[in-house]
């Protein structure tokens, strides 16, 4: 069963603007992931926060995790055209571990020059 | 270093055939999952090989079946091909600890007529 599940948006933003989009999920998770993916080819792995972890940080990116919520936010600071893509969620679970990742059906960033 | 390879970059086949898709993991990695991902979806589970077994399994028919080779690589086959078939295929790979993180390649887009 697909466990996350981002808010299907499609975000057009101005280049400098920031882009958040968020993502649910149903069942215990041991870590959640965000992926990118530009024009349909392979994904991208941005960051990884583990179950344990409320927020974490990684260049311009910055991810929350609320667990009692079974949520978590990407925010994409300072955007540049080159952030245009689909970004996805996707969650490890026992027993399964990262091998067997559930997806949701992504959000479609357009960042405008 | 190469990363995922996957090989044909392309298809397309008529109902009733049947497909294979190659996948040559990431250097060092021994552990293959595969992922179909129909247009404007996220990736779905199809299943992962590790010591040339079959180990998980997600939600597809047993028109799809895969092999594993003692250098790693993996293949794909599905029978019997559907329209509903017609997605992107992308495989990943990984070292068998959970805590690992998955490498993806570019994918194989299947276009069944």
């Known amino acids: 069963s697909q466990q996350g599940e981002e808010d299907p948006q499609a975000l057009s933003i101005q280049e400098g603007e920031n882009a958040t989009m968020n993502c649910s999920y149903k069942?215990?998770?041991?870590?959640l992931q965000w992926y990118r993916q530009n024009s349909g080819r392979g994904l991208v792995h941005l960051i990884l926060i583990r179950s344990n972890e409320r927020e974490k940080h990684s260049g311009r990116l910055r991810v929350t995790l609320d667990t009692s919520k079974k949520s978590s936010s990407l925010l994409i600071t300072a955007s540049r055209a080159a952030d245009t893509a689909s970004y996805f969620c996707a969650t490890a679970s026992a027993p399964y571990g990262n091998n067997r990742l559930a997806f949701g059906k992504g959000n479609q960033v357009v960042v405008i020059p | 270093d190469a990363g995922v390879t996957q090989s044909p970059t392309h298809l397309i086949k008529t109902r009733g055939q049947q497909v294979t898709l190659r996948c040559s993991p990431k250097s060092g990695h021994d552990t293959v999952s595969w992922y179909q991902q129909a247009l404007g979806q996220g990736p779905q589970f199809i299943f992962q090989y590790y010591e040339e077994e079959e180990r998980q399994r997600g939600n597809f028919p047993d028109r799809f079946s895969g092999h594993q080779f003692p250098n790693y690589s993996s293949e794909l086959n599905v029978n019997a091909l559907l329209l509903g078939d017609s997605a992107l295929y992308l495989c990943?790979?990984?070292?068998?600890?959970?805590?690992?993180?998955?490498?993806f390649g570019p994918g194989t887009r299947l276009t069944v007529t």
């Open positions: 990943a790979s990984s070292g068998l600890t959970s805590s690992d993180e998955q490498y």
């Open positions: 069942t215990s998770i041991n870590n």
